[in-house]
């Protein structure tokens, strides 16, 4: 189990270009292992590479988001793409890892259908649903550098860069001895 840290905005690494998987190697596989346990021990519904600084483009959602058990390990897709969104829409708050307890309110499609590969090297076909959909999108941002911030207007972008800076400084403070 290795848990990585979690990197937070305004990290660059988050907006760095990301990089197709070519080959499932041994270190493909320790890291979506390590995605997972940090998806877990961050309570997150979905995380992708690039937010542990990994260029891949790879991304995990939660099964019970994913419309399977609680206990299962979470769906891994490996070079995403979106195959179909519904023009049905729904706009629900959004939170996500790299910018702990910040939420706004996202329009996204109500259904997606993405085409990925698994970490068998198979490519897979699942469509979503609600959260699932959500999340499909929101995982799918993270691979083009998109983030929660780019959905905002400028004042709340301002309110949302302080409050990760004081987050941050406050941090700093209490690691100090
Ligand atoms: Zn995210």
Avoid at 82 to 109: H, N, Q, Y
Avoid at 157 to 176: F, N, P, V, Y
Wanted: net charge negative; charged share 30%.
């Amino acid at each position: 189990m290795a848990v990585r840290p979690i990197l937070k905005f305004p990290d660059p690494l988050l907006r760095q270009e990301t990089v197709k998987v070519t080959e499932i190697t041994d270190d493909i596989r320790s890291l979506v292992q390590d995605l997972a346990d940090t998806m877990f021990a961050a309570n997150g519904a979905g995380i992708a590479a690039v937010q542990v600084g990994a260029p891949e483009r790879i991304y995990l959602v939660d099964a019970a988001v994913a419309g399977g058990h609680e206990e299962d390990p979470p769906v891994v897709f490996i070079n995403p793409e979106i195959a179909w969104l519904s023009d049905e829409t729904e706009t629900k708050d959004e939170g996500c890892l790299s910018f702990p307890a910040i939420f706004v309110p996202i329009k996204r499609s109500l259904r997606a259908r993405v085409r990925a590969m698994d970490l068998k090297g198979q490519v897979f076909e699942m469509e979503g649903e609600g959260l699932f959909a959500r999340a499909l999108q929101h995982e799918g941002d993270h691979l083009t550098g998109r983030l929660l911030i780019d959905f905002v207007g400028p004042l709340k972008k301002e309110l949302i860069k302080r409050k990760l800076k004081r987050d941050a400084l406050e941090a700093q403070d209490s690691d100090r001895p």
